[in-house]
Structures are given as structure tokens and as C-alpha cells.
């Protein structure tokens, strides 16, 4: 008997760690409008897509969608309490700890700036970024045109202290930037500038422990292009 249990359990635990559907997948994202946010319509743009790509994975599992503070959900998520979390810009530090798919969007960055700015140099300009948001290649325009950062609790704040003129540039994704400029009045006279086209476009991921994501990270990523195959995740994409 003993033998007899011992056999079936080890083979639940195998069929696990090799992709066994599971009947449901818990989820963790943060507060990144228009991307993510639990007041937002569907969770948001990338919510929406990463729970299309899990219902494409599993099919009939449920899809359970939390949201925290960003460094409690990715410890979280590290720690197994959730199978996934996004969505996450690429750093090798995350890179140790995680497994990230396939890019679920990419993100075109611009600089926004008042209507009246001289935005024809970026020399000795004070340029405005959330903590928490990847810099990426901007450290290189910073050290290059001797620029000051300046980096706030939140989005928000960056445009609030764009709009009053205390920095001069505030880098963010174009959706960012339309969605504080079509949501808060104060904010509807900014302009925006495309930046540096070397760091344009920049994709964000999902991202999956490595104690125990290896094969559900592998299973996402062909659901993820098959959607994209199906038209499914341009519709999706369209909708915003």
C-alpha cells in the first residue's frame, strides 16, 4: 500500500512540474495606467492581454488577477504565492530570479513638455521618471547632454510638476502620456516629442519564478502567438 501511494504521488507531482493544467491561475500586476490598475476598465490594456494568453494556455481555468504595491507583488510572485506577475522591463537582477516571456507589448517612449518649451536641445535639461520605472538606454542621454533626474513617487506627480514648470521633460510611454492628458484637464495643453529613436520602443514581459515557472512560461509563450495569430490579440490591442 505504502508503495502503492508513494507511486501516485510522485506522479501528480511529475505531471505538475511538466505542465499539468491547473484549475487556476493566480495573478499579481500594479498600478501602471493604462497598462495595469485595478480601477481601470478590465484591469487595463496589459491585463486584459496576459489574461487572453492564460485562458489560451489553460483552457477553463480561472484567471485571478491581484493587485499590490509593485515590490510586494514581485516578492510575491518570487516566493510562489503567485504564478506570474506584469508587467516587468528586463534587468538583470529580475533576470536571476525569473523567467520572462516572450515581450507581451511593446511601449513607445516620448519625452511630453510644456507647449512653450525649447525642446530643440536637451542640454542641462531636468527631465522627470517615476521611481520604480526602468531608465533603460536614458541614462546615456542624461550623461551625454549633463541632465538632472528627478524621480517622484508616481506618474502623476511627474506630470504635475511638468504642467507647473518645476522640470522641463517627463519621459513615459506615448499610452502613458495620452491616457494623464485625456483624464486630468490640467493636463490637456502638454505636448509631446518623440525621444532618442535608439530607445524608442521598449517591450514589457510577464514574468515567472524560476523555483517553479519553467514550464508554464513555455506554455505562455506559444499561447501568446497563438493569439496573435488568430487576430485575437490585435483586437484586443484595437480596443484601446
Not at 533603460?136 to 542624461?142: F, N, Q, V
Given at each position: 500500500m505504502k508503495k502503492g501511494y508513494l507511486l501516485v504521488?510522485?506522479?501528480l507531482v511529475s505531471l505538475t512540474a511538466y505542465g499539468q493544467s491547473p484549475t487556476q491561475i493566480k495573478l499579481v500586476s500594479g498600478d501602471y495606467p493604462?497598462?495595469?490598475?485595478?480601477?481601470l476598465?478590465?484591469?487595463g490594456l496589459v491585463t486584459r492581454l496576459v489574461q487572453a494568453t492564460f485562458a489560451q494556455t489553460f483552457d477553463g481555468a480561472q484567471i485571478k488577477v491581484?493587485?499590490?504595491?509593485?515590490?510586494?507583488?514581485?516578492?510575491?510572485?518570487?516566493?510562489?504565492?503567485y504564478q506570474a506577475t506584469f508587467p516587468y522591463f528586463r534587468n538583470e537582477q529580475r533576470a536571476a530570479a525569473f523567467y520572462f516571456s516572450q515581450p507581451v507589448i511593446f511601449i513607445?517612449?516620448?519625452?511630453?513638455?510644456?507647449?512653450?518649451?525649447?525642446?530643440k536641445s536637451y542640454d542641462k535639461k531636468t527631465i522627470c521618471l517615476p521611481l520604480g520605472y526602468a531608465k533603460?538606454?536614458?541614462?546615456?542621454?542624461?550623461?551625454?547632454?549633463d541632465m538632472t533626474l528627478i524621480r517622484p513617487a508616481s506618474m502623476l506627480q511627474c506630470?504635475?510638476?511638468?504642467?507647473?514648470?518645476?522640470?522641463d521633460l517627463l519621459a513615459c510611454s506615448k499610452r502613458v502620456g495620452e491616457f494623464?492628458?485625456?483624464?486630468?484637464?490640467?493636463?490637456?495643453?502638454?505636448?509631446?516629442?518623440?525621444?532618442d529613436p535608439a530607445m524608442a520602443l521598449v517591450p514589457l514581459y510577464v514574468i515567472f519564478p524560476k523555483k517553479s515557472g519553467h514550464a508554464i512560461v513555455s506554455r505562455f509563450n506559444l499561447a501568446l502567438q497563438q493569439l496573435k495569430h488568430s487576430g485575437s490579440y490585435q483586437e484586443i490591442l484595437d480596443s484601446y
Open positions: 504521488v510522485c506522479l493604462p497598462f495595469t490598475g485595478q480601477s476598465p478590465g484591469g491581484s493587485f499590490e504595491p509593485w515590490a510586494r507583488g514581485l516578492a510575491n510572485t518570487e516566493n510562489q504565492k513607445e517612449n516620448v519625452f511630453y513638455h510644456n507647449q512653450s518649451a525649447d525642446t533603460g538606454r536614458l541614462d546615456e542621454l542624461i550623461q551625454a547632454h506630470f504635475k510638476m511638468l504642467s507647473k514648470k518645476r522640470v494623464f492628458t485625456d483624464h486630468y484637464p490640467q493636463f490637456q495643453g502638454l505636448k509631446f516629442s518623440p525621444s
